[in-house]
């Protein structure tokens, strides 16, 4: 086991996708409860004993939580120096036993199946309470809903949604963010010139800044780990929340005639106290964009407003997707704007079964 | 290694306070700015706008104005990636670099907080490493911008979407060698006013520093490392490569695979060497910007001069410059060593009454936080005012005249000369390192200006002078006891 996590460790040294900080804290309990994280994502483990007790930490199968922790019970005598790690196939992957205070780093990989895989501290007595897990291109429930994490957190989200993400904002600026805001920051699932921008509603979307487009959106609290801006190390934001849209399919929007899309980013104007109206050239015409959300989390309002265009805009659907707008004709696969509306024009994207 | 501590020691005591022989007050104050609470005061960015308001940028994305009279903060900006650097349009409008671009943010509707960000230019590579800091912008005189573009980290990797070609042909994995895997990490690039991003010069590590000399000439700081013996200053010119050979790379044209594997001497052939190298655990660690004094004398007898901050220690660094054969070099000595000072020097800026202010960061390695500013107390130090080469020796000019019987005593000057190694290998230790003795000494009518003739004078050497009990003719001791100066030329 030692030898296949020093060849681990050496191989992912090099390439994590993303870094993840975890501490253990005082009264048997993990700092964060859940994270989402693609299937086969390589992660930096930053696994950080806050607590005066020994913890470790341990993924497992789905479903074997409970088992696992009895089966490290059971190693009695021999718990120690396994670092209380019983060596059944239910076990995934586990770090060693970090003693007060300590601090280590690690390097996993997340499964290549996707699935809810619990961690949990292992050490006798803690694991009842002490665990979490991990959502492998899994959606999350709302957190007040979700059986995979303790209970005492479920029932802190329900009475005060989003208090640790509050904490957080207020550790770290002098001000307090009310949505609408953004932040430009390394995101996961997109590219590096990305803008997390918070709507109000608990509504958050991920834009990718070279692609000039939203790349995925999630509800729920916002991001976490952001004190990401204090370490010499690779880092990427958490999402604290549940994706409900993601579009990687081809550009949505095509003025007619020209399927060779150019993309080039020119920016954004804060409007309405705070709603990014992104600018930037679709195959050298200029398109401001800007993105709200529908009441009930069922989707956004994009208005567009494009400059000296005389050519119709066509709008790719999507199966999974109810696009339509009142300045628009569906035809086929495609909304069309008539070329006399593209001025200005909104459509409306509603997610279907959310 | 426990040589070079002993020699070392006596750097490493700040000895610029008043002796007790002569209790005066001393030349600079250092003053806390007091910081807004919740505000992790990790500086990235510091400059004046035209009204006399403090800029301020920060590792967490804040750019905020500080009013120097109502000693109030107000939010410019907030949620931006790492904006390292501005340049300052007009009392609403800043430009500045961050993570994934070159913006200018203007506050176009009066209410004091910027609403509409224009991208300038986000015409290169990002990968996503931790390590790949862009720095400046700083403009010249035809209005280019220029910005300085980080290498990767070996201590961290790529994220799986990067922006630019990604291009791991010149990559080599070595531990500790900084990479290039997309354009155009390591270089210093021109943005032209017509928005055209172009590439200017290669071969930096982590050039962590832009500025310009009273002249015009741009210079970049980098840090020590790999390929980097000890952190240098280097006078940045178009097409020259100054010596980290991973940005070679995207070099037009480049055929020669990954640059970093090419024989140490044919490297070293095509570099540029560095106008002023600083010597590690002597004078700088981490430099950072350099900040030419244009005060005219405000803050005191530097004018024109060039300083520089740095991190590791709670000190500001002084340079001068020279050209000699075509060339710029020069010495570098500190300025300012304690006093209330703090580490982590990152961002120098002078406001308009010619006070220095200094923004800290540590992120993780040495430094600190806050924002302090250094006053000239109009009490004029007795420094070095200027060190020149000359065809035997140097001239070591003083801000007072010198007491003449320790400057005309040879024995008082302790100097030293050795050379740092250009390899891959992390930093360099000093080599072939010789006491140099003083074979002829002139002190100038006016007392302020010592000639010293060495028995050795040899190219790509720094000289190193010791001057532990110089005073002035009145009795007050010289502020800084040591300056390095670095000979690339010599003078005919």
Known sequence: ?354 | MLKYCLILLPFLTFAQSGSNENPVKPSYEVDNIELPAGLSAQVTALDFMPDGRLVAGFSSGEIMFYHPDTKKWDVFAHGMHEPLGFQVVNNTTVIYIQRPEVTRASDTDGDGKADLFETLTDDFGITGNFHEYNYGPVKDQEGNLFIGLNGGSPGGWIRSEVRGKLDLGGYIPLPKQMFSVVPYRGWIMKLTPEGKLLPFASGFRSPNGLGFDNKGNLYATDNQGDWIGTSPLHHVQEGNFYGHPSSLYWREGWEKGPPGLLPVHELDSMRTKAAILFPHGIIANSPTQPLTDLTEGKFGPFAGQMLVGEMNSPRIVRVLLEEVGGQMQGACLPFLDGHGLRKGNNRLAFDPDGNLWTGQNDHGWAGDKGIQRIRYTGVPPMDILNMNLTPKGFDLEFTEPVDPTIAGNPEEYKIRSYYYEYHSKYGSDQFDVQNIQVTDLQISADGKKVSVTLNQLIPDRVYEFRLENFKSARGTLLANKIICYTLNRLKN
């Open chain 1, 1 to 354: 086991m030692c030898a296949s996590l020093l060849h681990q460790s050496v191989y992912a040294q090099q390439k994590a996708d993303t870094t993840l900080h975890l501490r253990a804290q005082e009264g048997l309990k993990f700092d964060l409860v859940r994270f989402a994280l693609p299937p086969g994502t390589k992660v930096k483990l930053v696994f950080i004993n806050d607590d005066d007790m020994d913890h470790n930490m341990v993924i497992v199968q789905p479903g074997t939580r409970e088992k696992v922790i009895q089966d490290a019970l059971a190693l009695g005598e021999k718990g120690p120096t396994l670092y209380y790690v019983p060596q059944t196939k239910d076990v995934i992957w586990s770090t060693q036993v970090l003693g007060p205070h300590q601090e280590a780093e690690y390097y996993f990989t997340v499964p290549s199946k996707a699935g809810i895989y619990p961690f949990v501290c292992t050490y006798p007595g803690h694991g009842m309470t002490m665990f979490g897990a991990i959502y492998a291109g899994i959606p999350m429930p709302p957190l007040q809903e979700d059986k995979h994490i303790p209970a005492q957190q479920r029932e802190q989200a329900s009475h005060g949604a989003h208090v640790h993400h509050q904490k957080v904002q207020e550790a770290l600026h002098p001000y307090t963010l009310e949505a609408p805001y953004l932040y430009r920051i390394f995101m996961p699932y997109s590219g590096p010139a990305s803008i997390a921008v918070r709507l109000p509603g608990e509504i958050s979307y991920c834009y990718d800044a070279e692609l000039c487009r939203i790349r995925y959106a999630w509800s729920g609290g916002f991001l976490s780990n952001m004190d990401l801006w204090k370490n010499k190390k690779d880092t990427c934001a958490i999402l604290e929340g549940e994706i409900f849209f993601e579009d990687n399919q081809k550009f949505p929007l095509e003025i007619e005639g020209m399927d060779d899309i150019q993309l080039k980013f020119k920016g954004y104007r804060l409007v309405d106290g705070g709603y990014p109206e992104f600018n930037y050239e679709l195959n050298g015409v200029a398109v401001s964009e800007l993105t709200r959300p529908l009441p009930d989390k069922r989707g956004f309002t994009t208005t567009y407003r494009i400059k000296n265009n005389n050519r119709p805009i066509k709008i790719s659907l999507r199966e999974n997707l109810v696009i339509t707008s009142r300045q628009g004709k569906t035809k086929r696969s495609s909304l069309i704007i008539p070329a006399k509306k593209t001025r200005e024009f909104t459509i409306e994207t509603i997610i279907k079964n959310i």
